[in-house]
């Protein structure tokens, strides 16, 4: 249909009003969701039964309440007449030939055909995987346009594009491409409507199964990971709501940047935390050198702990025990009590865990030598036993109580402790590292750094396993060290993985070389690592010229590639007293365009890079501020955000600024979806 074709109009038209009619059904739905709240209330059942069930009542009202305006559907099918059942795919019911496809089901009536059918149901699938070679039964495929920035009024619905597939008519068309190239202004948006069928695949991978996403920029794989916790969350609720869902981001920043993915796609009870933040028993208060943090990092340092934890148990010159039981004493020898300890040592169970199974095996002798002299023991007996002063006594001394603190600031602080712990692990550079210069009175006054909350993270763990969830996502984890891999896996035991990242934006010091190494510290070594290399949204000028340093980068990933060829990029070579002036003269420029403009420059380098743009008149906020038009980031900060046009201030600055420097221009470069500006007047690394 051409744009002045009448059939258009009254196609939107129809569509327009269908879209009325899904507004109204949505409110219907909402009132009848806080009107169940109330009467469920008073709803007659067990204590518990009510319980869950106004719990679930309540859960689905906040989530109606918490749906952010916008357009109600993205998509329709219209199937063809024969149902094709031998295919195994699902199939709508004779009379639901046309579904339309949106990010939450609407419906007037459960019993009743739906309004619009959620995007992760099995029938909407061919939605994204249906093509002109394996239809799926789709006559039709039709994709909406709305307007940018649509609030979900019916007149922002502009157009429409069909694909006839039965004809073997196919193409993504100018809609999918102009939501791609859509400005980037405010938090990250959801990709429902664009995604493709590999990134398709990826979402609807089982609970069960942990895979590995190595995606080139640009190709969507955050996206991917969150719609797959949606797409988790919908169709496998009660597992994944009894274990818990959690995203893990590289930092604050980029968290507000995805806030809203999950929201948009109907899903609000998602926990999105950084590592730190999940590991953070204290505040930071002290720094590592490099040197020392890289150790603390290392995965051998779990060992080391291991080691200090348990040379807290041994039964040397314990004794035996006697308990007493009215005027009788119930008595273990020292070689029996030895014997228990080390079988649970053996079982290597967590340490407190391991204190209680001695007090129970004490326990179960000593009822034992009781039962066998005067029958059987009552519960209040046994109680009383576990209780008794002796019993307390003897496992302090062979397996005492201890906190995460006490084992860290033990074995930072005392030479001999960590020789001790660290032989044949660690050499004495590595443990001279490690020491404290000066050792706090005690643990209580010690002043922690970062590296030091993954230590105390690994003690606590190795102490008592804490609670899991039933998915995590992580993102970034190109990043992660051993040691943080491994807090992610505690929290992960008995759950899976989406792993998302790219080596060649790996910028810590520990940054992984391979994913091999990374998913078996995470604790799935078996995890598939799937490549995504095909983006949609870096322009193919830009990738180019990232693919460029791409090969000078200590990885082995393949370069990317973009299906984009509208963006722009400029190479501004200038004298070193000039820079100042281009860098001005390139944001006007790009603010005479549409869209977000991000100047990234090395960190040190940020706060001048500002000071010039506000003596220009133009108001550049920072990184945090995603509504901004302008924003000065160090480089540092900008992984994991994108803008429309990217200004890079010194790219050799930013190579130099730190060890894994070149890896971190590689970033830089790859933030621009339209038009990347390169200001410098030192040679380029690449």
């Known amino acids: 249909m051409t744009p002045t074709d009448p059939a258009l109009h009254h196609e939107l038209d129809r569509e327009r009003a269908h879209h009325d009619h899904c507004r109204a059904a949505l409110a219907a739905m909402v009132d009848e969701a806080r009107e169940q709240v109330v009467t469920g209330e008073d709803v007659s059942a067990s204590g518990a039964d009510a319980e869950v069930l106004g719990y679930r009542l309540r859960s689905r009202a906040r989530a109606l309440r918490a749906l952010p305006e916008g357009p109600l559907f993205f998509g329709r099918l219209d199937f063809a007449e024969s149902d094709g059942e031998d295919s195994g795919r699902p199939r709508p019911a004779a009379a639901d030939r046309t579904l339309h496809i949106g990010r939450l089901r609407i419906t007037e009536d459960p019993a009743a055909p739906p309004l619009v059918v959620d995007w992760r149901a099995p029938v909407s699938r061919a939605f994204y995987q249906a093509t002109a070679r394996d239809p799926q039964g789709v006559a039709v495929r039709r994709r909406f346009g709305w307007a940018p920035g649509s609030r979900g009024d019916s007149a922002d619905l502009t157009s429409l594009e069909d694909e006839h597939l039965a004809r073997g008519e196919e193409g993504p068309g100018d ?20 995604l493709r069928p590999e990134q398709d695949d990826l979402v609807r991978e089982e609970p069960t199964v942990s895979v590995c996403v190595q995606g080139a920029p640009g190709t969507g794989k955050t996206a991917v990971g969150l719609h797959r916790a949606a797409y988790l969350l919908y169709t496998h609720p009660q597992r994944v709501h009894r274990g818990g869902l959690l995203v ?50 290392d995965a051998r340092t779990a060992e080391v702990l291991r080691r200090a934890l348990y040379a807290r148990v041994r039964t040397d010159g314990a004794g035996s025990l006697a308990v007493p039981d009215g005027s009788y004493r119930w008595r273990i020898g020292a070689e029996e009590l030895a014997r228990i300890v080390a079988d649970v040592r053996r079982e290597e169970p967590p340490y407190a865990v391991g204190r209680e199974r001695v007090r129970s095996r004490i326990v179960a002798g000593l009822r034992e030598q009781a039962e066998r002299r005067g029958g059987p023991r009552t519960t209040a007996w046994l109680r009383r036993i576990e209780r008794a002063r002796p019993v307390g006594a003897y496992l302090d001394a062979v397996w005492p109580r201890v906190r995460p603190e006490e084992v860290v600031a033990g074995l930072l ?33 010690a002043r922690w750094s970062a590296a030091d909350l993954v230590l105390l993270d690994e003690a606590a763990g190795l102490i008592e396993h804490p609670e899991g969830y039933g998915h995590v996502v992580v993102d970034e984890a190109q990043d992660l060290s051993p040691m943080e891999c491994r807090a992610i896996a505690r929290r992960s035991r008995f759950g899976s993985l989406t792993v998302l990242g790219d080596l060649a934006q790996g910028t810590t010091p520990w940054a992984a ?27 193919r000028a830009v990738v180019a010229l990232a693919n460029r340093l791409l090969r000078r980068l200590d990885v082995d990933v393949p370069p990317a590639r973009s299906l984009r060829g509208d963006g722009e990029l400029r190479l501004r070579r200038t004298a070193p007293e000039e820079v100042p002036a281009a860098v001005v ?12 403009v991000g100047v990234v420059a090395a960190d040190a380098d940020a706060p001048r890079v500002r000071e010039v743009l506000a003596a220009a008149g133009i108001d550049a906020a920072g990184p945090g501020d995603l509504g901004a038009r302008v924003a000065v980031v160090p480089a540092s900060a900008v992984k994991g955000l994108e803008y429309d046009h990217v200004v890079a201030v010194e790219p050799a600055a930013v ?23 390169v200001v410098h007047a030192r040679p380029l690394p690449f």
Do not use: C
């Open 513 to 539: 070389r391979s994913w091999a190494a990374t998913l078996a510290h995470l604790g799935k070594p078996d995890a598939a690592v799937v490549e995504l290399t095909t983006g949609f949204r870096v322009p």
């Open 413 to 445: 602080g005392d030479p001999e402790a960590l020789a001790a712990a660290a032989d044949g692990l660690l050499d004495a550079g590595e443990q001279e590292a490690l020491r404290w210069a000066r050792p706090p009175r005690s643990w209580r006054s």
């Open 248 to 297: 893990l981001g590289p930092n604050r920043t980029f968290l507000s940047y995805i806030a809203q993915v999950l929201p948009a796609l109907g899903e609000t009870g998602v926990r999105q935390s950084t590592l730190a933040d999940e590991i953070a028993r204290h505040p930071v208060t002290g720094t590592d050198d490099e040197r020392t943090a890289a150790v603390k990092h």
């Open 655 to 677: 190579a130099e600024a730190e060890e894994r420097g070149p890896h971190r221009l590689y970033v830089v470069l790859t933030r621009a979806v339209s038009r990347l500006d």
């Open 585 to 596: 003269a390139a944001v006007r420029g790009a603010l005479d365009r549409e869209g977000s």
């Open 175 to 194: 809609i999918v491409a102009r939501e791609i190239e859509r400005p980037r202004v405010g938090p990250m948006r959801d990709i429902a409507a664009t």
